[in-house]
């Protein structure tokens, strides 16, 4: 998912820990504040091990800073039970095969129940409404679905009602945002062509058994049917799908306690006949919906909101003074790069992205910028993936005199438009970047666009940017895959780059076939691909804060940035 308006880029340390491994002390200066802090920056430790057939990336822990909790999803010693209020923004709409956005995603997570969900210590997938699944060739799945599920309003949850919801995700008639993550499935292309209703390869072989079959094998399908655009949607969605998504009607640990009130809330109750293994542990969430960040974070310094997931960055420097031990660092799977526009004359020579790449230098701008606070990027995949390596892209190491040669060779334009979305932060290091560029490269003037962030995509779609453009990512589920394929291969629908190359598709595609067991080095060796051609420049991986009130403990988030509000415990002493 790109990242929006409501995802800002943050400084990302933490307050001292009570205990965590793989710690390193480090002395950050705050930008634009005289305090000095002496925190204790934890990464999640790795080991590898095979689970459930295949290769898993242990996560020791989920956050830090937060001294009551064990910060690993696991509580302590507690029953349940309570309410809890949380921060989110306005959807864009909460009909599962069409929201693509973090602020319904989150509440979708809640509401619904997929096939498989993410287990959130290996991040792998692990059973949820199929018990089990099973594959030969990567193409003819089976997978057996409990009989236990139902949705909130009684109905049975069959493989009949996932067979009819997905089909009408990709009916074209339906215009879902989600429809084209079903591409593998046997039949799609007729369906969205017109020739075809339902799309042949799915199956309702009995009322607890769905086969899938695919146009080619497809290792990790899994870990990608827990994206919710795979969520189940009952008959009366389809009978007035505008009343549905004002009151959803899930299958999962929480139900709707009324409508969602736009711009002010959305209310949930625990489901407590969902029959899953772990169910939510408050009684009631309260999703406050909040248009200014820093008014959120006012609330929960005065009790007013228990938590927000997204401290913005003009308050991290204060976050100790402001809420003791009430905050925590979480890493997130979030790369932030800048593209280059291909399909523009002046950005095709592969030379030329290569020249400004080596002009930057990410050190620099990470200490000047953000006081050493992230992670430089050298490779594509997030550090949060096991596959991920730290020193894959040989063309960012700071290289200025090499670059500047490799640039005029190439002939590369001496002005040109910078693009970036207005959000928190972005312009500054982006300025920095094309100071660094008018540096060290023959470039004498750099012009800037920026643009609200809904524009800025529309520019993109049309293929209207001219020139570099920051843009970031975020993983909707922990796969390698879905940090490359969407973006770079031939006419993916975020491929803004427009870029095109035969050698990474079918790299990609090799890596897609494999058993998930086998697939790490096969990904690994199409980011090689993206690395030497560099469709976009990596920059950092980001970490996201949170804080919250004395009255809630053991919250933290996810790969994809979302508080895990089913995991947090209350104190209502």
């Not at 509580?75 to 921060?87: L, Q, V």
């Not at 800048?338 to 290569?354: A, S």
């Amino acid at each position: 998912m790109h990242d929006g308006p409501h995802q800002p880029w943050v400084l990302g340390w933490c307050g001292p820990l009570r205990s965590a491994p793989q710690l390193r002390n480090e002395k950050l200066i705050i930008m634009n504040s005289e305090r000095v802090l002496n925190p204790t920056r934890r990464r999640r430790g790795r080991s590898a091990a095979v689970v459930g057939g295949s290769l898993a990336l242990a996560l020791v822990a989920a956050s830090c800073g937060n001294g009551n909790g064990n910060g690993n999803g696991d509580a302590e010693a507690s029953e349940g039970g309570g309410t809890i209020s949380t921060y989110t923004c306005e959807p864009q709409n909460l009909q599962p095969g069409n929201n693509t956005e973090n602020c319904g995603s989150r509440v979708l997570q809640q509401l619904f129940t997929g096939l498989t969900e993410v287990d959130y210590e290996t991040y792998e997938a692990q059973p949820a409404m199929a018990t089990d699944w099973q594959t030969d060739d990567q193409v003819q799945w089976t997978f057996e679905l409990s009989d236990e599920y139902t949705f909130h309003n009684g109905d049975p949850v069959t493989a009949q009602t996932f067979v009819d919801t997905w089909n009408w995700v990709v009916d074209p008639d339906n215009a879902q945002a989600t429809a084209n993550f079903h591409d593998k499935f046997l039949g799609y292309e007729e369906v969205v062509n017109g020739e075809a209703e339902e799309m042949e390869g799915i199956r309702a072989v009995d009322d607890y058994t769905l086969e899938i079959e695919l146009v080619e094998p497809f290792g990790q399908l899994p870990i990608v049917l827990t994206y919710n655009g795979f969520y189940p949607m009952p008959e009366a969605a389809f009978d007035d799908m505008d009343a549905f998504q004002q009151a959803p009607i899930g299958n999962g640990r929480y139900q709707m306690d009324g409508e969602w009130v736009h711009d002010a809330e959305i209310n949930m109750d625990r489901y407590e006949d969902w029959p899953g293994e772990d169910p939510g542990t408050p009684d009631r969430i309260e999703w406050r919906i909040y248009n200014d960040i820093e008014t959120a974070y006012l609330d929960v310094q005065a009790g007013e909101l228990d938590i927000l997931g997204e401290v913005p960055p003009s308050r991290i420097g204060q976050i100790e003074d402001d809420f003791g031990e009430n905050y925590s660092q979480n890493e997130s799977s979030r790369f932030v790069y800048i593209g280059l526009p291909t399909y523009q004359d002046d950005w095709e020579d592969v030379d030329l992205r290569r020249a400004l790449s080596m002009a930057m230098d990410r050190e620099e701008i990470n200490e000047q910028i953000f006081e050493g606070a992230m992670t430089p990027a050298y490779g594509i995949l997030p550090p949060i993936l096991p596959m991920s390596r730290n020193d894959a892209c040989e063309y960012c190491e700071f290289e200025p005199e090499q670059a500047a040669e490799l640039y005029e060779e190439a002939g590369g334009p001496s002005e040109f438009t910078m693009y970036t979305d207005i959000g928190t932060g972005h312009n500054e290091y982006v300025e920095a970047i094309a100071n660094q560029w008018m540096s060290n490269l023959p470039v004498d003037d750099i012009t800037f666009q920026s643009l609200e962030f809904a524009q800025y995509l529309d520019l993109h779609d049309s293929r209207e940017v001219t020139g570099p453009y920051r843009l970031g990512w975020l993983l909707a589920y922990p796969s390698a895959q879905y940090a490359m394929e969407p973006l770079y291969t031939t006419g993916a629908a975020s491929n803004n780059a427009e870029y095109s190359s035969e050698e990474f598709d079918e790299a990609i595609r090799e890596a897609n076939f494999a058993d998930a067991e086998d697939a790490d080095e096969l990904y690994q060796a199409a980011e090689d691909h993206l690395l030497e051609d560099l469709p976009v420049l990596p920059l950092f991986f980001q970490d996201y804060f949170i804080v919250h009130t004395d009255r809630v403990d053991n919250v933290y988030s996810d790969l994809s940035s979302y508080v895990r509000v089913e995991d947090v415990t209350v104190d209502e002493d």
